[in-house]
């Protein structure tokens, strides 16, 4: 049966000479793989569309065994992230986050959504990386079920005070009467940032601004939580903060 989708390739492995095995994002039916015959091959029709990070329509015959790419047309193959090696490390983490948080046969819109639009912001913008990491992060985690409880002090319920406990092993915050052995102390304006970006429509998500400080605080809050979460190791964080 052969089906119609477009996809994000979030991995790719060479097999054999000439073959790849990717692995798709797609909308409506989250992680899908598939053999794309010949495709190392730099005459290969279907090369361009099968290399990490592009974005097509593909025609996949779905077999018992496997899936076979017969046909595929680029949509978008990002190619200025080659042009940095710290946006295309960042670009790389977003790929695996997705390959470990989205699942097979399960719908991705958002997540593909959240995906294209930040590798969208690493090819055209000078947006700060931080702002684009740490919505990604908090994003997709959310999407995955992992919503931290941020609407209110876990303990007492109060809204905010100048300054919160963000407690990145419970998923909860804190104020600051109510703080938490292990919790990490963050501004007020921290957790109004992660409210937004947690709550906020999906192509709104990396419109926010904080002070560089709190931006550091940010995504030092968002790492360890995402972390806590996944709790394996990262080998492309592991990469792009290398290159700090």
């Known amino acids: 049966m052969n089906t119609s989708m477009k996809g994000l390739v979030i991995r790719e492995q060479t097999i054999g000479e000439s073959d790849r095995l990717v692995t798709l994002l797609t909308a409506d039916s989250g992680i899908v793989r ?22 097509a329509d593909f025609s996949i015959y779905r077999g018992r065994e ?10 978008e193959v990002f190619f200025d ?13 977003f790929a695996q986050l997705a390959y470990e948080l989205a699942s097979e046969e399960q719908p991705a819109e958002e997540m593909l ?3 294209l639009n930040a590798l969208h912001l690493l090819c055209s913008s000078n947006k700060d990386l931080r702002i684009i990491k740490s919505a990604v992060e908090f994003r997709v985690l959310s ?10 002090c876990h303990t007492c319920g109060t ?12 998923g909860v915050i804190y104020c600051e009467e109510h703080g938490a052995a292990g919790a990490i102390p963050v501004p007020k304006s921290v957790i109004t940032a992660i409210r937004y970006i947690c709550l906020t429509e999906p192509k709104k998500i990396f ?14 809050v968002s790492e360890k939580y995402l972390l806590s979460r996944i709790q394996k190791n990262l080998p492309t964080l592991a990469f792009y903060k290398g290159l700090d």
């Open 34 to 55: 598939a053999f794309a015959r010949g495709a190392k091959q730099m005459k290969n029709r279907i090369s361009s569309s099968t290399s990490l990070f592009a974005y």
């Open 81 to 93: 992230l080659r042009k940095d090696i710290k946006k295309l490390a960042l670009a790389q983490y």
């Open 207 to 220: 419109s926010y601004t904080l002070s560089e400080e709190n931006l550091d605080i940010l995504q030092s």
């Open 143 to 152: 999407l995955s079920g992992y919503m931290p409880d941020i609407l209110a």
């Open 66 to 75: 496997a899936n076979v790419i017969d046909n595929a047309s680029p949509i």
């Open 113 to 115: 959504s959240v995906i």
């Open 159 to 170: 809204y905010e005070t100048d300054t919160m406990y963000f407690d990145a092993l419970e």
